[in-house]
């Protein structure tokens, strides 16, 4: 039965592919298509469901700026929205009841009160998986609604504590004293070099954090997330997050599969789960406008209020505790379940077409801002080339445009750790975003020769060159692709060379050994070894 489930998953993961939707959409759907054929689930899907959202929240914690969250513009929008969101949410659950409308289900107060809180939080899942789509983790917005996130895990966990009567052990305050760990972590992150021990490592941190303060009597997805917090900083901790992303992405397989075995709907439930779809477009505009009152700018209060439109599976945990108390009839647990998988379709759908949506519609968007929210980008008077993207392959590109005596380059980068630590280097680099609307319309009226799109995959690479082109930028395209496929889509898309780095670094490696053969030492070889011998 467990290779049903693996062939089904794939057959509609590969179906989602083909039709360019993400295939967790196709996940989702073949766990609903196992459900109405009545196979039955095991332990194991739960147990890669847990294995999978722990790795993710540990790796969550690895790139979490702790600081964030103490903001105005978190803290203070998660707790206003929520507050919101749940009166506005249960007296609108009421209104077809008190019409005469609903004749199912009973919507009395609590009902309304413990529905409406369900649906206030956003899924971590979902939305994590969206922003690793498009590399976004980093960029402002995104860290923003990761930030938002953990503070809604928070609140959610205060309630399950509260709602279930389990008070943490006595000793559960001295989790606080973790961070003394920090330097035996680091030394044993050292240890433990770049092969197999170094995953490995990674899930005895995030799996012990989560034993650990399950013991205590606290939630062990907050160990995992708390324990990938202690050790962010270690010069590692880029290595154990990329070590682990495959890992995660595999077992969370598990979770979107799991979610079409909860329920399936009647035709009862229709009218009701069709109203809480609806009710994702008052989710958004809350999150925008609080945004936008935070002075955030129009682009970032857009797409953090996009990516965070969407029910959460902690409002499946909530239900269950509801139903468990006699607070909520069981059928809220279907109908929650199944709005919960259509704003994950709905939310990843509609956040691939964000950038090309806000480049569109920028000008009525940002026609909100309060005054001084607007972020200007700060462009030089004119440069030749631009390098989209300083990660090791863009600032490679850089470096030897300038042995090539190529003057005037200047490169882009949204990570803003990383941009702090390219200026530091005395790189001419510029802060934002290559799928930003304005930056490429000044960088239209410059006189650029050429822009090197070296992004970190295809989906932002696509969305870079389609808000370039809604721009009006006219010079010269070159991009890096990692396999021929899409090397093909992005001669397809309009650029003008495309290179296939895994294919074409192995001629130019052989190209600077050659003189080798001659018994000549290369003259650029800078930083070459000892030879032994």
Sequence with gaps: MDFLWILIAFAFGVVARQLTMPPLIGFLLAGFVLNAAGVQPTELLDQLSEIGITLMLFTIGLKLDLKALFYKEVLGTSLIHTLIWVVLTAALLAV????????????????????????????????????????????????????????????????LVAATGKIPSEWAAALLLLPLLRPVLYRLLERVGHGELLPLAGFFLAFGGYELFSALGVKGDLGALVMGIVVAGHSKTSELYKTLMNFKDLFLIGFFLSIGFTALPTLDMLPV???????????????????????????????????????????????????????????????????????????????????????????FINRFERRGAHQSIQMPASFNVLVAGMGRVGKGAYHALEKEGVTDIWGLESDTERLKILREENLNVISGDADDMEFWQQAAKSRIQLVMLALPNQEEMRAALQVMKLAGYKGRVAAVARYEDERDELMLLGVDVAFNYYLEVGSGFAAECLPLLNGDVPASDEHRSVPIG
């Design 273 to 363: 789960t069709v109203g809480l779809i609806l009710l994702l477009l008052l989710k958004f505009v809350l999150f925008f406008y609080l945004f936008i009152l935070m002075k955030m700018p129009g682009r970032v209060a857009y797409l953090t209020a996009l990516a965070l439109s969407n029910y959460s599976e902690f409002g499946l945990i909530v239900a269950n505790v509801g139903m468990d108390n006699g607070w909520v009839s069981d059928e809220w647990v279907v109908i929650i379940a199944i709005a919960m998988s259509v704003s994950f379709l709905i939310s990843t759908m509609l956040y691939r077409k964000a950038h090309t949506t806000y480049a569109r519609f920028h000008l």
């Design 96 to 159: 077809p009841f008190w019409l005469g409308l609903s004749y199912a289900f009973a919507v009395d107060p609590q009902t309304s009160a413990l529905v409406a809180f369900a649906l206030s939080f956003s899924s971590t899942v979902a939305v994590v998986k969206i922003l690793e789509e498009s590399s976004e983790l980093k960029v402002r917005h995104g860290k923003l609604a990761l930030a938002v996130l953990i503070i809604q895990d928070i609140v959610a966990v205060i309630f």
